[in-house]
């Protein structure tokens, strides 16, 4: 997984950590087996603090989708407790990389739609509008996305 500027939403907090979700699952994504374990406890601990960070956003902004917002939440970290208690009853490392690609896969949607919603709603309560993201173009293979400028 590598770091795209169509994940940025404009709310600054959120896109610094949202780079940081991503390194974490880049390093996931390349570490070797015996790595696997510590990997995967820094990215729970990431987990934690940044979905800890996004309900307390939510929280204190009466954000209206907060607990379909905080149940995807609850689901990732879920599963990353069950891979590590899986691990330690001796499971193979492919259970960390499954659950890497699912992050990796999951990551995108959920930043998105879920996220997306958020950082506006923040924006608006905070400033009255919604963010204005803009993104350079940058000249690349046929074969990715396109990245275009977003505002909302």
């Not at 603090?49 to 989708?65: I, L, V």
């Amino acid at each position: 997984m590598r770091w795209r500027d169509d994940y940025l939403l404009g709310y600054a907090a959120m896109d610094a950590t949202h780079q940081e979700f991503v390194q974490c699952v880049a390093a996931l994504q390349t570490a070797a087996d015996a790595e696997l374990p510590a990997r995967l406890a820094e990215f729970a601990q990431h987990a934690e603090a940044h979905f800890g960070q996004e309900e307390q956003w939510m929280r204190t902004t009466g954000f209206p989708a907060a607990q379909c917002h905080a149940d995807e939440h609850a689901a990732v970290l879920g599963s990353v407790r069950e891979v590590q208690a899986l691990l330690q009853l001796g499971a193979a490392q492919q259970v960390v990389r499954d659950l890497t690609q699912a992050l990796a896969d999951w990551f995108p949607g959920h930043a998105d739609y879920m996220d997306a919603a958020l950082s506006h709603w923040m924006s608006k309560r905070a400033h009255g509008g919604a963010p204005v993201v803009l993104k350079r173009r940058v000249a690349k293979s046929s074969s990715e996305p396109s990245n275009e400028t977003r505002s909302s």
